[in-house]
């Protein structure tokens, strides 16, 4: 994981430098893994985001906005009760582990001052936050709760004492030397930047690579003293935070020499912001989609399944007209068969280049019967035929819309999800459950503003496909979709947009479709009038024309920057 100590040091200095001084306003809770704080200084707000993910666990200020539920949990009432309306007096980060001391002072009931301790310790699937008393000994709460019979070193529960993690016995890299370094490394053993992670704290296996890259710590011979530079620049803060994107995504504060595709920030938080934005939701939302997805691709397997089937049935009856040619051939040659004949050969007059034709015959029936059975056959087959033709076409569209909504829970939000799940339900899909009828909300299409001001709405499911092109756009408003690519529907409130406005919204209806991480995506755009929903219909689906084509290149940057503006 790149969010290391190195990365937990550049980020508290940030945060020393914006939020001490500053008020808690509010306090939410958006997930049970997440916390969220404004804090007020300076005449500006910031927002905090504390998150024990067991993926992405992490703090920094964010620019992301979170869905909060109607009902805050009991952690975060607990919060409020205590630290809103505080003051941020101190923040420190325990050595270079991955944890951050947050002190608050504020006042009781009573109004007598008081300091309280909030805690975010960043380890893994063992990530907490954690509230502590006055002197900082005894816990009063903790996001995730750890009973003895979990942890025997440690109670994490209302009332406990409060101790540190267990120490791991690694070298501070902010208190050693060179040479307590070297001593600890096995240059006949090998993997080294392995070695480095396990001798120094708070460093991540791409920083250890760096330490490695620089020093040339291949054997003893060829080490070159850099790791005393190395050590400077975490000491002294001289950072330059940078997402790498070759080969796989990651990110640091250290500059890493060995990898290029770089994209510099100006600040840590920024750049560890950029970097997780969206991940954590779209974690949590294939975890809440994770039944339907299961419940589409099952339905996709079995329309392809049926597909085959219809090939083979369409195979086979391409030899229907060599029946229904022996019936009539055999009938016109009636008198030279009798009962008991294995076959008979007779003049073919359908095929000129073809004298004669031999046709085998079922000893057991008359010549008569064996006619109708051939015609019985031709008849079977190309009714078959017919059969198979028209319920491939609706397997091919049943794929089509199956493949549509894994598209839309690919890119879901977490309010879109329920949509989609009552959309299948509505469908057929998914078994409706006995519930109290409740009053339905209109869709909640996703808003955007292009850089000249103008309104673009998205939508990120069907019902919201619908409701953009059917209810909130009108005739003459421009609407947009990726070129036989499952996407959004996505509508400019604009009968004549400028150039720059179209682009943009043709960035957004390629972002919003299966194409995302493609180059050149073709977008279609017509006048709302021309697109139409055909009677019967799938939700989302229309035909159009009068349409044009521009092709465009997905940029997550531009998206983001037309979301910011709304």
């Not at 306003?25 to 500006?44: A, G, S």
């Not at 009432?77 to 002190?103: D, W």
């Not at 993690?165 to 501070?172: C, G, H, M, V």
């Not at 779209?282 to 419940?295: G, H, T």
């Amino acid at each position: 994981m790149p969010y290391d100590g190195i990365v937990t040091r550049a980020i508290t200095k940030e945060l020393q430098t914006s939020l001490i001084g500053g008020r808690i306003n509010k306090i939410y809770q958006p997930t049970n893994t997440e916390l969220v704080f404004t804090v007020r200084n300076n005449r500006q707000n910031y927002t905090l985001l504390l998150s024990i993910h067991p993926s992405y666990a992490r703090l920094h200020l964010t620019n992301d906005t979170y869905r909060n539920p109607n009902e805050p949990p009991m952690f975060c009432m607990l919060l409020r009760k205590h630290i809103a309306g505080a003051v941020i007096e101190h923040i420190e980060q325990h050595q270079l582990e991955r944890i951050v001391t947050f002190e608050f002072k504020g006042f009781n009931e009573i109004g007598d001052p008081v300091t309280k301790t909030l805690i975010i310790e960043i380890m893994g699937r063992h990530s907490n936050v954690l509230l502590l008393n006055e002197d900082k000994s005894m816990i009063i709460n903790c996001l995730k709760h750890v009973p003895p019979f979990q942890n025997r070193y440690r109670t994490l529960l209302p009332g406990s004492p409060y101790k540190l993690p267990p120490s791991q016995d690694k070298l501070n890299l902010l208190e050693t030397n060179e040479e307590q370094f070297i001593k600890k490394l096995d240059f006949n053993a090998g993997k080294m930047d392995k070695q480095i992670v396990q001798t120094l704290t708070g460093i991540s296996p791409l920083a250890a690579k760096e330490v490695v890259h620089r020093a040339h710590l291949g054997s003893e011979a060829t080490y070159k003293k850099e790791f005393g530079t190395f050590q400077k620049e975490v000491i002294d803060c001289t950072f330059e935070p940078a997402i790498y994107r070759e080969k796989k995504e990651d990110f640091h504060v250290i500059p890493i020499s060995y990898l290029d595709h770089k994209e510099v920030y100006v600040d840590a938080n920024e750049m560890v912001d950029i970097f997780y934005s969206t991940k954590a939701e779209r974690d949590r939302v294939k975890q809440q989609a994770k039944d339907l997805e299961r419940v589409v691709k099952n339905e996709v397997e079995k329309n392809e399944r049926k597909l085959k089937i219809h090939e083979t049935t369409i195979k086979k009856a391409k030899n229907a007209g060599t029946y229904q040619k022996y019936g009539e051939l055999l009938t016109a040659h009636m008198h030279l068969v009798k009962k008991g004949d294995q076959s008979i050969t007779v003049a073919d007059y359908y095929d000129p280049d073809q004298n004669e034709v031999t046709i085998h015959l079922q000893t057991d029936k008359t010549p008569s019967e064996n006619a109708q059975l051939f015609f019985k056959r031709y008849r079977k087959l190309s009714t078959a035929k017919g059969n198979a033709k028209v319920e491939m076409n609706k397997a091919k569209h049943e794929i089509a819309y199956l493949e549509q909504i894994l598209q839309q829970i690919d890119t879901a939000r977490d309010e879109d999800i329920e949509e989609i799940r009552e959309e299948l339900r509505e469908q057929g899909y998914v078994k409706k459950q006995a519930q109290k009828r409740k009053r339905r909300s209109k869709p909640t299409p996703e808003l955007f503003t292009s850089t000249d001001g103008t309104l673009i709405y998205v939508g990120r499911n069907n019902k919201q496909n619908d409701y953009v092109t059917h209810r909130i756009a009108n005739k003459n408003d421009l609407w947009l979709h990726t070129l036989n690519i499952p996407g959004s529907h996505v509508i400019i409130k604009d009968a004549n947009p400028s150039e720059q406005t179209l682009h943009e919204a043709a960035q957004l209806a390629a972002y919003f479709s299966k194409a995302q991480h493609s180059a050149s995506v073709p977008v279609d755009y017509t006048e709302v009038r021309h697109v139409k929903k055909p009677s019967g219909a799938k939700p989302g689906f229309v035909t159009y024309s009068e349409q044009k084509t521009l092709y465009v290149t997905p940029d997550e940057k531009v998206v983001k920057e037309l979301k910011a503006r709304s």
